[in-house]
């Protein structure tokens, strides 16, 4: 087992991902091997998350995406439309449910990639122990795991465990990215702005009434 003074540990470098903008308000700038668990219940706007987060990642490396759950599935490649993936063409690989086996032997290979997306943790049954073996095995990598939710916990124990292995752990809900991140940031992410905003810009013919209730309306008590 290594060992190491304080002295050496305080000036120990880190190889960090320098992100930028929302990316790193809301996770700071993590290290280049981040874990990150992904969690949340279905409609809220897990796979768009991630999508967007693999397109971000995919600036900085290559990005293996591991999909069991929608598959090679319309729904999936709608969501590479939205957005823009072709911008990231031959930066990232998609899998249609490939085993921890398969994955493993891919992820062995010269210059395989170095962030690796599994999506989901639940239709793929991966357990603890696998993601464990496959985090010592490749510790210069970054994983990002997809969960069911239940409540505001991943689902299972196997879930709830991963997360307590992850550096960066997300819950998703009405299309915001709650985060707690050891890098920092933990701004909530705004996974698809122009639906929210749209969604809070009332009809023409409403905002004269809109206008005049607000001033009518009785001012409440927010307790901090």
């Known amino acids: 087992m290594a060992t190491t003074g304080i002295n050496d540990f305080l000036n120990k470098k880190y190889k960090e991902l320098d992100f930028t903008g929302e990316w790193l308000a809301s996770f700071g700038k993590p290290e280049k091997n981040f874990k990150c668990c992904v969690a949340g219940a279905s409609g809220n706007g897990k796979t768009e998350f991630v999508i967007k987060l693999t397109k971000y990642l995919a600036s900085f490396t290559k990005v293996y995406y591991n999909s069991h759950e929608q598959k090679f599935s319309k729904s999936l490649r709608d969501a590479l439309h939205r957005n823009n993936m072709r911008e990231v063409n031959g930066k ?79 819950l998703v809900k009405d299309f915001k990215a709650l985060m707690r991140s050891r890098f920092g940031g933990n701004k909530p992410f705004d996974i698809w702005p122009e639906r929210n905003n749209k969604a809070k810009t009332p009809a023409k013919g409403e905002q004269s009434e809109l206008f005049s209730a607000t001033l009518n309306a009785e001012i409440p008590t927010i307790n901090v």
Request: proline share 4%; charged share 30%.
């Open 92 to 170: 990232v690989v998609f899998a249609d449910g490939e085993s921890v086996h398969e994955m493993d032997e891919r992820l062995g290979k010269r210059n395989s990639p170095g962030a690796i997306v599994i999506d989901s943790r639940d239709y793929m049954k991966l357990t603890i122990d696998q993601f464990t073996y496959l985090i010592d095995k490749y510790p210069h990598k970054c994983f990002i795991v997809i969960c069911w939710a239940s409540g505001s916990k991943p689902k299972g124990s196997h879930a709830e465990a991963i997360e307590y292995c992850c550096d960066v752990k997300i």
